[in-house]
């Protein structure tokens, strides 16, 4: 059973900055896309960024320019970064993790952007 655990959600101020983490355990397997969701209030949930072992990208549109997605030296871990944040930003941001045709989320930390 894979398990993935994320950090770093808060509250920032529109133009601050935040780092969100997540871990993927309880497999040896390497989970091939790694990827960040939101879901904003009252609206379905998006795909923010996506990377795959290999290190390809992609993006949401909106996000392009100020969000930056890694992956970790540790097996199963990504990161985003996220710049000159908006307060349309606001949402719960999760992590997934596919593997073997099982779609794994974490719990997702709240991000807040507000004055």
């Known amino acids: 059973q894979v398990q993935v655990v994320e950090s770093g959600g808060g509250l920032v101020q529109p133009g601050g900055s935040l780092r969100l983490s997540c871990a993927a355990s309880?497999?040896?397997?390497?989970?091939?896309?790694m990827g960040w969701y939101r879901q904003a209030p009252g609206k379905q949930r998006e795909l923010v960024a996506a990377?795959?072992?290999?290190?390809?990208?992609n993006y949401a549109d909106s996000v392009k320019g100020r969000f930056t997605i890694s992956r970790g030296n540790a097996k199963n871990t990504v990161y985003l970064q996220m710049n000159s944040l908006k307060p349309e930003s606001t949402a719960v941001y999760y992590c997934?993790?596919?593997?073997?045709?099982?779609?794994?989320w974490g719990p997702g930390p709240p991000v807040t952007v507000s004055s």
């Open positions: 990377i795959t072992s290999g290190g390809t990208t």
């Open positions: 997934h993790a596919p593997l073997m045709g099982v779609h794994y």
């Open positions: 309880g497999t040896m397997r390497t989970i091939n896309r």
